[in-house]
Nanobody, 128 residues
């Protein structure tokens, strides 16, 4: 099991930016697909973005396209989510996830939660 830790959440005004980080201090997931999900109060967890093992292939939810950018630095065991033009509806707990055995972003998109390893989450709050 890959242990993950998110950071970078916080409170930001609408239109602002945040960069989330997801680190894997215990094991380098450089061969594994990774992704970001979020869960707003009273709603189910939803997919945000995914990236393949090399970082060259990415996939986004419609809500994230054009505003969010997922990337990774395998030399630092870290994945990022740059979020720009934030909206109040982006308010949620953001979770990073890694597929323990697959390296394609398809293994993240639509994956049953039990198939992934998860971080504890970081809160993002966007004020209007």
């Amino acid at each position: 099991q890959v242990q993950l830790t998110e950071s970078g959440g916080g409170l930001v005004q609408a239109g602002g930016s945040l960069r989330l980080s997801c680190s894997a201090p215990g094991r380098n997931p450089h061969n594994n697909a990774m992704g970001w999900f979020r869960q707003a109060p009273g709603k189910e967890r939803e997919f945000v973005a995914a990236i393949n093992w090399s970082g060259y292939s990415t996939y986004y939810a419609d809500s994230a396209k054009g505003r969010f950018t997922i990337s990774r630095d395998n030399t630092k065991n870290t994945m990022y989510l740059q979020m720009n033009s934030l909206k109040p509806e982006d308010t949620a707990v953001y979770y990073c996830a890694v597929h323990p055995t697959d390296n394609t972003f398809g293994s993240i998109v639509g994956a049953p939660p039990v198939n992934l390893n998860w971080g504890p989450g970081t809160q993002v709050t966007v004020s209007s």
